[in-house]
């Protein structure tokens, strides 16, 4: 009797609402925090979440709220992860928050619910892991102990040639003593992406793609005299963000693009993650980190041949490409895509036509690109930097490294070093203008 004294268009307003509401349990399937292992190496590094210390030690799981203010040392709606251990460089990472689909979707059948899980987070979802391979600080006493420790290792070597056997290149690191040059290129631009952890569970991480980006950088700004504001950096790139840079296969003209000074600029594009061959039409394709089909590439991936026709457009003044990824279907952490043909990177002509343009590319054919674990990097990425630093070209006997040099010296060590470490085959390829100098000392 009462419920009939209600005006039916209250009742109907009131059951909306209620309906309205109950979806809004994204709140009820996510919630509005969610749990992150954090892990680091070495482990038992103090972990701080947007700048606040969460009394975690690495590694262990932490709760992180979804819905996040901006703060100090992160931007609305990211999560900065700063891991510090005594005697390592301290290292920060970022994750960008992205929208629980499957919620969005529910939230469209009742559009009020929206609003409330937009405001409370739980529509968000962050990575489920963070990982950080902390970077030992250079020592004093280290360096003395090196030096004075020299001497006798040649007198050995002199009477036991036998010793030269152990190769003791592997045991340079390429994050300390960068080499400093006073040249200054104003108006080099480069593009950085590292691409280490994918949201599929399917699809395994790329260790020290971030450590691979991350002193890439260094050697930009400090050996090639790049400013670190013309430096576009992207850690963990989705589609949108390929296309926002280099363009789709409509048009050419995005953010790189617009910010290249006609025959001025010198334009460097690095990117370390995954790559991997369309099993639809057999091209490459670099991966995005929330690519959810592998098997999907043409619709999920940034296709090989849109990145080298873009970059032909580019009125620049020299083009370097360094592209740390395998296109083999396999990886170092597993295998990306069952029975798949390995395809073999050939850049279109109308790029390779440009004067002063070079690709280097990690691995060949069916080849899988290897780590470096005890470097924290990856194999390839190691010795670049490592050439660059000097044994390209015997630490400073001449002033220059040319692109041929360089060449040289990756291919007498990352094939040997592969073979060496996982009784396998990497060979790296560079296509181009060997014939360029790539630094001036």
Known sequence: M??????????????????????????????????????????????????NDTGALTNSRIKINRAVRSGPENYT????????????????????RKVNGLALALDFLFPPAILVDFLNGSIYKYRRRIRANLIPEPSKED??????????????????????????VLEESVDVDIPETSHINPDAIAVIIGNEYYDNPDIPDVNYAMEDMQSMKQYLIKTFGFREGNIIEISNASLA?????????????????????????DVFVYYSGHGAPSTENNQGFLVPVECQDISLLQFEGYQLNTLFDNLAEIPYNSLTIVLDACFSGNSHNGALIKQASPIYIEP?????????????????????????????????????????KGAANNYGSKSELSIDELSSYLLENVPY????????????????DKNRILINY
């Open 143 to 168: 360096s003395t102990t090196f030096i004075a420790s020299q001497e006798p290792e040649i007198k050995v070597e002199e009477t036991e040639p036998v010793i030269i056997a152990e190769p003791e």
């Open 348 to 388: 279109r002509m109308k790029l390779l036509n440009k004067e002063n343009t070079v690709i280097f590319s990690s691995s060949s054919g069916n080849q899988i690109s290897s780590w470096y674990s005890k470097q924290s990097h990856s194999l390839f990425t190691y010795y670049f930097l490592r050439g660059i």
């Open 77 to 96: 709606n990211e999560q900065a992860y700063r891991i510090e251990k005594e005697g390592y460089s301290s290292t920060t990472v970022r994750d960008r």
């Open 241 to 265: 963000d390929f296309n926002r840079v280099f363009g789709n296969s409509e048009n050419y003209q995005a953010r790189l693009y617009n910010i290249v000074k006609p025959g001025i600029s």
């Open 417 to 432: 070093s592969a073979r060496r470490m996982f009784n396998r085959t990497q060979t790296p390829e560079i296509i181009g």
């Open 2 to 51: 009462f419920v009939r004294l209600i005006p039916r268009s209250f009742r109907l307003f009131t059951v909306f609402l209620v309906l309205s509401l109950l979806p809004s349990c994204a709140t009820i399937f996510s919630g509005t925090s969610q749990s992150v292992k954090v892990i680091s190496t070495p482990k038992d590094a103090k972990v701080y979440l947007n700048g």
